[in-house]
């Protein structure tokens, strides 16, 4: 079993930058695929960013090139860096571990407003 707790979101204004954070309670973080996911009022959970146990990235369209997803193996987190944020980045963000089975955060809620 893995536990992830999500920190760092909030609101901010349109252009604004804010770095989510998850860390895992797991000694064997390294061997696991990470990602983030977002969820906006009625619409479906969707993927955002991933990072392999390899350090291979990959993003939804709608965020590259302005966020970037990043891991710490030693410190056993993993960020998500958002940066030019637009109020379509408005949502509940998941922090989500994979390995055969799916271990998912409690979700950290980033809103975009002026």
């Known amino acids: 079993q893995v536990q992830l707790v999500e920190s760092g979101g909030g609101m901010v204004q349109p252009g604004g930058s804010l770095r989510l954070s998850c860390a895992a309670s797991t000694s064997i973080f390294s061997i696991y695929a990470m990602g983030w996911y977002r969820q906006a009022p009625g619409k479906q959970r969707e993927l955002v960013a991933r990072?392999?146990?390899?350090?291979?990235?990959n993003y939804a369209d709608s965020v590259k090139g302005r966020f970037t997803i990043s891991r710490d193996n030693a410190k056993n987190t993993v960020y998500l860096e958002m940066n030019r944020l637009k109020p379509e980045d408005t949502a509940v963000y998941y922090c989500n571990a994979h390995r055969v089975s799916n271990y998912w955060g409690q979700g950290t809620q980033v809103t975009v407003s002026s």
């Open positions: 990072i392999t146990s390899g350090g291979s990235t």
